[in-house]
């Protein structure tokens, strides 16, 4: 239905559309019409122009008209007829004058007379005959004027009537003529041209009365032209009457156009009334179908409850059961809840139990901990504060050839402590804390070191000295090169590795500072101003410790910081050439390495420093064969070199007064050299038989401050100077143990150390 709706309004705006075409085929036909009503005025105006030419052509012929055939013959004939009665009149009276004189001379005159009688008788008939031909030609002629005249009278009549006629016509057209001026001037075209003729006609009658005679007749012609423009008028009216005509048509097609489409709605209205109907039949039919399903379903129904009936037991056994489960479901949180309750209470109780054995342990950790650090201290402690290694470097191609670098020390194959120096012949046996031959690694050194290193890290400090001549391998061991690094680096990479092993406790901070002393003052390596000299201050917190204001710091994590710390040390490291090695260190080169613990679990802080140092050249200054500045930094190496013998040999004689401020070397390793502080003496020497004596003064240096006695000493130690660079020097060129000099001049190699300080004890002691 909806369909069939929809298609017939698309019929029904067809037809609108269709209608509404002819609409505008309606409007186009009446613009039509107005087109040809424009047409039909230029055709009147054409029509005019004509009218003007034959009013011209009547002109013409008026002309002629005085001139017609049939008026200059009735002219002619009635002169003739005027002349004929003249000579007839004539004629008569010479007649009647002939009878008279006949009368009066007929007696007298016989013979004669009657000749002449005879004569004039003749004559006379003669004479009447031609006047009886004459009178016969004449009622021939008068019949003929008869004729004439009959005609003309019949002309002048018909003129009359003419002109009668013309008068009325005349009247009529001029009406017309107005009329159609007017429906003229209507049809917005003025004539002027007619008028314009009109006027001048008028004008021209003003100047000849004929003249307004031919404006009239030409007037009639005009009005006979009106005539004919009234019939082109009334073609045009046809025309018009046609396309009205033709206009009703069109309107009667769109009256037959409405009455389709109406036909057209009713047709819809139908189908639609149709489709109703068929749609009334659907529904019927489905509800007799579905009356049809109903049974069959109530049959099924049917069918369904008698099935009901047998299952009711079984429903009533699953309800049973239904009810049963939701029993437990009901009581299910409840147990949950207890089952969880109980679950929980029964882990928190572990949890409880873990966490106690945790403390437990945790108490026992750092008891051990505790523990550790003591025992680990206390081995550090039993091997000595105060340590002395010796290392020999190997022979270089820079010591030349021949016996000049023939090798002066051998070594022990049973003790690694001992050495032995070939000096001018004479075998010189030193027993230092251990001697790392030529062919002993750098991984091999440090192995030693590590101790030292490690307990940086518990909160000590510690002072790791690399002392000899230049090019004795001071510098190669501390810093080493970039394949085989030294302690330094070593060192921090120890230092890496052990934090990190720690991190789940302990959190440090591992910072690095360089500096270097030359000439007595301080310099920072890694600062922005390098040539800043530096002072120590005293900490203004009252500890007693000091520090540096103004020394850089960086915070270094991996080796790759190091490196560029290093890096950036090195360039400014001042290093001067002399004649002995060409790559001399005239001044004492430190790296400080500060280590920050914090135990996170008991909130535990330790500061641990690891100074390394690089020291100055030891060689004496005569050697070097410096001059002015050279040997004013020679001067300044020798008295900080023994400032530090000093040092050294008041701690491990426990002294009360320890000489620190002597030189700022010693003054700013106090806090890492004084109290629980561990040292390192790396003695470096080379084995060249050309360093000997260099190398006698390091080894003598070394046992000395080695054999520096721990504990309390006498006041006479107490109160002896270490031997100066100048007194080694002298002890060296062969001179035998000086009596009075303490303990520290016994000879060399003689003695095993050990034995030697016990003896030295009992002898100080008693
Ligand atoms: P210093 O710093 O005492 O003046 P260097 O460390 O510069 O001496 O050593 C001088 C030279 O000897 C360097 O070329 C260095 O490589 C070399 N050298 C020193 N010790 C060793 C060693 N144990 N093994 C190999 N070469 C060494
Ligand atoms: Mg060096």
Known sequence: VMASMAHLQKEKLQLQEELLGLQEKLAAQENDELSLSLQLQGQVETLKAKVLEQAQEIGRLRSELGGTDAEKHRDLLAAENERLRQEMKACEGELQELRRQQQQQAPCRDCHHLQENTRLQEQLSQLQREAEETRAKLVELDLEVQQKTNRLAEVELRLKDSLAERAEEEERLSRRLRDSQETIASLKSQPQQIKYIIKTVEVESAKAKQALCETQSRNQYLQEQVAMQRQVLKEMEQQLQSSQKMEAQLRAQIVMYEAELERAHGQMLEEMQAMEEEKNR??????????????????????VRTNL??????????????????????????????????????????????????????????????????????????????????????????????????????????????????????????????????????????????????????????????????????????????????????????????????????????????????????RDLLGKEPQEKLEIKLCPDGSGQLYVPGLTEFRVQSVEDINKVFEFGHVKRVTECTNLNEHSSRSHALLIITVRGLDRSTGLRTTGKLNLVDLAGSERVGRSGAEGSRLREAQHINKSLSALGDVIYALRSRQGHVPFRNSKLTYLLQDSLSGDSKTLMMVQVSPAEKNTSETLCSLKFAERVRSVELGPVSRKAELASWPSQEQLEGDSLGSAATPGRGHASHSPGQLSSRSASIRRKLHTSG
């Open 282 to 303: 659907a529904i019927e039919e489905a509800f007799s179908r579905a009356q049809v399903e109903m049974k069959a379903v109530h049959e099924n129904l049917a069918g």
């Open 309 to 522: 009936l047998t299952l009711q037991p079984a429903l009533r056994t699953l309800t049973h059961d239904y009810n049963s489960l939701k029993r437990q479901v009901r009581d299910f949180p409840l147990l949950l809840q207890e089952t969880l309750r109980s679950a929980r209470a029964e882990i928190s109780q572990a949890i409880e139990e873990v966490h106690s054995t945790n403390r437990e342990l945790l108490r026992k950790y750092r008891r051990e901990l505790q523990l550790r650090k003591k025992c680990h201290n206390e081995l550090v402690r039993l091997k000595g504060n105060i340590r002395v290694f010796g290392r020999v470097r190997p022979i270089t191609k820079e010591d030349g050839e021949g016996l000049e670098a023939a090798n002066a020390v051998t070594f022990d194959t049973d003790d690694d402590a001992v050495l032995h120096l070939l000096h001018k012949g004479k075998q010189v046996s030193f027993e230092l804390d251990k001697v790392f031959p030529p062919q002993a690694s750098q991984e091999e050194v440090f192995q030693e070191v590590q101790a030292l290193v490690t307990s940086c890290i518990d909160g000590y400090n510690v002072c790791i000295f690399a002392y000899g001549q230049t090019g004795a391998g001071k510098t190669y061991t501390m810093e080493g090169t970039a394949a085989n690094p030294g302690i330094n680096q070593r060192a921090l990479q120890l230092l890496f590795s052990e934090v990190r092993g720690k991190a789940a406790d302990w959190d440090y901070a591992i910072t690095v500072s360089a500096a270097e002393i030359y000439n007595e003052s301080l």
